[in-house]
């Protein structure tokens, strides 16, 4: 059956019947990648239910409404004919590319330190969560710190 709905998708999409190979090997490479396998019979766990519970799961969702029904002439002309769509990856490295604004350390502490007088100044956080926001400053003063960098006198004097 797969091999029969992939030859109707190669003609209809135009290849050349010389051009595809749709032998045993080609069938084993399909079913793997796409992890389609064979149960036997006696490892079925349906086969242990009665056929009307089998008939209701299957249908279970039958009146629910689906976003878009598509027939095989559809999957070939949008296989065929794609329609540019904006791609949220793309999107997002367009922002990617775009230079971000620096934030400084100083302006990072100042709006950090503008946050928790908010917070304690509101009845909306808790006393535990205030404490939180003293310790996240805390580590931000501590990184802040370490990212210094310590100069050596003699750089100044270097000739350039």
Same mark, same amino acid.
């Given at each position: 059956?797969?091999?029969?709905? $992939?030859?109707?998708? =190669?003609?209809?999409? =135009? $290849? ?7 032998? %045993? ?5 399909? !079913?793997?990648?796409? =992890? ?31 976003? #878009?029904?598509?027939? @095989?002439? %559809? ?7 794609? #329609? ?7 999107? %997002?490295? @367009? ?10 350390? $100083?302006? *990072? ?9 908010? $917070? ?6 808790? *006393? ?16 802040? #710190? !370490?990212?210094?960098? #310590? !100069? %050596?006198?003699?750089?100044?004097? !270097?000739?350039?």
């Amino acid at each position: 059956m797969i091999v029969e709905k $992939a030859k109707k998708f =190669g003609q209809d999409l =135009g $290849a050349a019947e010389n051009e595809c190979n749709y032998s %045993d090997g080609w069938l084993r490479n399909f !079913k793997f990648r796409h =992890g389609i396998r064979r149960l036997d019979r006696a490892d079925n766990p349906l086969k242990t239910l009665p056929e009307d519970e089998v008939e209701e799961w299957l249908l279970i969702d039958e009146n629910e409404p689906v976003e #878009q029904e598509l027939t @095989d002439e %559809d999957i070939i002309n949008i296989v065929v004919n794609p #329609q540019p769509t904006q791609n949220l990856e793309e999107s %997002d490295s @367009d922002a990617e590319t775009e230079e971000k604004e620096k934030i400084s350390w $100083a302006a *990072a502490a100042e709006s950090l330190n503008k946050f928790i007088s908010f $917070a304690e100044a509101s009845t909306s956080y808790s *006393a535990s969560e205030i404490i939180d926001f003293h310790i996240i400053r805390n580590k931000f003063y501590t990184k802040r #710190q !370490k990212s210094r960098k #310590q !100069k %050596d006198i003699r750089d100044f004097f !270097k000739s350039k």
